[in-house]
C-alpha cells in the first residue's frame, strides 16, 4: 500500500520512516518523506481511547499491552522481554505502565459491576416470567447462591483472599469480596516513623486512608467467614435478593457466622451441602483409616494388594458420589445405595476351622506380660475353639451367602451388580471377589457416617459448586499465585474474572474477544 502512494507536489515516490524520538510504548510515529522534493507529512499515530476520569488519550495498542498482561498473568519485566525477543518496540515505562494499570482498575471494576447488574436484571425477568407478572421495583427475590474463599497462598499466611457468590440456577456472580492484609505504603511509612501515637503520623494516615490496601484486620481464615458477612449483609440493597439457601463445601464456620447475624431479619438461611465435596469425604476418610491401620488380622497390611489400595478407594469414593447423583432426591435410596457399596464390595463372612496342632516347639502364645508359653496338643485345641467361636460371635451381623451380600443392589436386568444381572437373566457370568470380611467390620463406622440421613438430606437438592471452583481457577490464572502480586493486581483480575464468566460458559474461553475488549475499554 506505501508503494503506490506519491508526493501531492511533484507525484514522485515518498518513503516511509520512523520518528523515534516521538515513539510512545509500542506506538510508532511513521512519517512520509518525498526524496525527490523534500515534502513531509504529519505523523501518523495509532488510534487513542477516549478520555474519562482517570485516564487521558491513551493510545489502544498501550492499553491494551497492560490489558494482554493481566489476561496473560505475566509482568512488566516478561512482556518486556518478548517485545525485546520479537523485534518489537519496548511497552511502556513502568510510571505509564501503572498510570494504564490504574486506568484499566477502574475500568475493569465499572464492568464488573455493570455485569453483576446485568445477571441480576436477567435473573429477575426469568421470575417474572415464571411467575406470569411483572416483579415490582422494591419486591425481594429468594434465592440460592454457592459461596466459597479462595487465598492467594495456602497454609494460613495468606495477605489476600477472594470470596464470591454465585447463582446457583444461572452460574452468573451476584457478589465477591477481596481482602487484603497489607498495604506497602503503610508498611514503608511504619518502618521509618515506629511512632505511630504522633499527632503527625495520625494526621498522614488520615490522609492515606482511602488510598489504604489494607481493609481487613482478621485472620487469613477468617477472611472467608468476613466475606460471607459482607455479601450476605449488602445483598438487598445491591442486588435485591435475600440468599436464602447457602451452598457451602461443609466445613465452612461462615454459614453460622451469616445465621448469626441474621441480615433478613428471622428469615431462615438453609444449608446445602456440594455433592463434590461430600463425596470426598469417603476417599479422606478412607486413606485416614489405612493409616491408622497399617495391620490387619493375621498380620496382613490394610494397603497391600487385593486388599484397600489407592485404586479401590479411588473407586469408592467414585461410587458414593454416584450412589448421591443416581438417586436425586430420594435420601432413602440415596442411603441405601450407600450400604450397597459396603456389602458388594466385602466378601462373605467364611468361618475359619481349627488349625492342626504344630507341635510343642511351634504352639506358641503370648501372654499378657509379654512372655512366651509353649501349648500342649489339649489346649491349643481349647484355644482354638474358643477363637473360632469369637470370630462368630464378632461377625454375627455380617452377611453369609452371596445372597445377603448383595442384598442392598438394584435387581432387575439394568443392574450394575454382575450377582443380580445373572439372577435376572439366568446367566452365571457372576465372580465372586471383593475385600476380606475383615473389613466389613472396619469400614462399617466410615460407611455408617456418610450414610446419615441429616448429610443425605442436604446433598438432595444436587447442588456442586463447580462454578466456583471454575470462577477461582480463573482469578490466579490471571494473577498466578506462584509469584507475588499486590491487592490492586488480585482486585483487578478478581473483575476481569467476573466479566469474563458473564461472557462465556464453564469451559475456559478464549480471553480478550472484541465486545469483551469493548466494554473494558469503555467503561
Known sequence: MVLGIRCKQ????????????????????????????????????????????????????????????????????????????????????????????????????????????????????TR???????????????????????????????????????????????????????????????????????????????????QCTKNTEVSSNAMETQGALDIWGRSIQKNRMRYIKFVGDGDSKAYKAVCAQDSYQRCNISKADCIGHVQKRMGTRLREWKKKSSKLEYGNSAGEKGRLTDNRVDRLQRYYGMAIRNNLPDVTKMSQATNAILYHSTLPYTPSYSRPYPGVKKAVKKTTEGTEIHLSKARWVKEELERIESEKLRHEHCCKTAEEQHQYCPVGEESWCKYQLDQALGTSDYVKKGL?????????????????????????????????????????????NESFHGYGMIKSATHLAVIISMKVPQHMPRLCQRQTFHQITTA
Open 436 to 480: 476380606p470380611q475383615v473389613f466389613f467390620d472396619a469400614l462399617t463406622p466410615t460407611f455408617a457416617a456418610l450414610e446419615d440421613p441429616q448429610l443425605l438430606e442436604r446433598c438432595k437438592d444436587g447442588f456442586t459448586q463447580n462454578q466456583n471452583e471454575s470462577f477461582n481457577a480463573m482469578i490466579w490464572r490471571y494473577a498466578p
Open 128 to 210: 417474572s416470567r415464571e411467575r406470569g407478572t411483572e416483579l415490582r421495583d422494591d419486591e425481594l427475590l429468594d434465592e440460592a447462591v454457592s459461596f466459597d474463599g479462595t487465598w492467594a497462598k495456602r497454609g494460613h499466611s495468606s495477605l489476600f483472599g477472594v470470596q464470591a457468590a454465585i447463582h446457583m440456577e444461572s452460574g452468573k456472580v451476584l457478589d465477591m469480596q477481596v481482602h487484603s492484609k497489607l498495604c506497602l505504603v503503610c508498611r514503608k511509612k511504619d518502618e521509618e516513623n515506629p511512632d505511630v501515637d504522633s499527632n503527625d503520623y495520625k494526621a498522614w494516615q488520615e490522609d492515606h486512608k482511602p
Open 10 to 125: 511533484c507525484q514522485a515516490q515518498v518513503v516511509v520512516y520512523e520518528e523515534e524520538n516521538k515513539r510512545q510504548g509500542l506506538v510508532s510515529a511513521l512519517c512520509l518523506l518525498c526524496n525527490s522534493c523534500g515534502a513531509k507529512t504529519d505523523t501518523f499515530e495509532a488510534s487513542k481511547l477516549r478520555p474519562i476520569e482517570t485516564r487521558g488519550r491513551s493510545h489502544e495498542v498501550n492499553y491494551r499491552a497492560v490489558l494482554a498482561s493481566l489476561v496473560m498473568g505475566v509482568s512488566f519485566t516478561s512482556l518486556e522481554q518478548f517485545c525485546a525477543v520479537m523485534g518489537m518496540p519496548p511497552p511502556p515505562q513502568r510510571p505509564s505502565w501503572k498510570k494504564h494499570q490504574k486506568s484499566l482498575a477502574v475500568a475493569l471494576e465499572q464492568a464488573a459491576d455493570d455485569s453483576i447488574q446485568k445477571a441480576v436484571s436477567e435473573i429477575r425477568a
